[in-house]
């Protein structure tokens, strides 16, 4: 069964901390897609990064690095330098590559908080 | 293209009422989704349209539940006899054919309170 566990319910930094989100995923198929969504106040989800399985290669944009490792089956997220903008809701999704319906099974979802 | 729409925001019914929910999503997308969010957790996903062809339902989606994409564009989402349990964010995202990625946009969602 495909499953994703965010444990941190909520974490709260202070501004330009760096800060991590973990994310566990599970699933049995060998080709899937992992996401992280952002979700501010607003309600919209904003995407924010996909990374399919065969492509365990670290990523950096600007402030926000991913760590994939399929080893652990961990796909966190990094801030760095936290700003107040980025107090949001962050979500990891998995989809499964072989059923083919795109559809994303999310996490709980870890609400951070960042003080100024 | 504006993205993916949803229509109406915010929706307060009372318990027994019908309610029906629209989403315009992106004219090139051919694959649209509903899911559910309650407060404090994860979207729960509830279907798919592929063009008009509805392939997959989840359990969640009772009887109560019905959701149209006539001619494979806009999407409507009903639910009959609401109850309080229904309250939550009903969200709708689309998203190319899987060979063009996966492009997944959500729209704002329609935000249900059941009185």
């Known amino acids: 069964a495909q499953k994703v566990t965010q444990a941190q319910t909520e974490i709260s930094v202070v501004e330009k901390e760096d800060v991590t989100l973990d994310c566990v995923y599970e699933?049995?198929?060998?080709?899937?897609?992992l996401f992280w969504y952002k979700q501010p106040p607003s309600g919209e989800l904003v995407f924010l990064i996909r990374r399919n399985s065969f492509d365990e290669q670290n990523e950096i944009s600007g402030r926000y690095s991913w760590n994939f490792q399929k080893s652990t089956s961990s796909f966190n997220f990094t801030i760095t330098a936290s700003q107040v903008v980025d107090s949001a809701v962050y979500f990891c999704?998995?989809?499964?590559?072989?059923?083919?319906?795109?559809?994303?099974?999310f996490g709980q979802g870890t609400t951070l908080q960042v003080k100024p | 293209d504006t993205g993916v729409s949803q229509d109406p925001r915010h929706k307060i019914t009372k318990r027994g009422q019908n309610v029906t929910f629209r989403c315009d999503p992106i004219s090139e997308h051919n694959r649209l989704y509903w899911y559910r969010q309650t407060l404090g957790q994860g979207p729960e996903f509830l279907t798919y349209f592929q063009n008009e062809a509805q392939l997959e339902k989840s359990r969640l989606l009772s009887d109560r539940f019905s959701a149209e994409r006539p001619k494979g564009s806009f999407s409507t989402l009903e639910i009959q006899r609401t109850e309080q349990g229904d309250s939550a964010m009903y969200l709708c995202a689309s998203s190319p054919p899987p060979q063009e990625g996966y492009g997944y946009t959500f729209g704002s969602g329609t935000r249900l309170t059941v009185v």
């Open positions: 999704a998995l989809s499964e590559g072989q059923s083919n319906t795109g559809k994303l099974i």
């Open positions: 699933t049995r198929d060998t080709t899937y897609y």
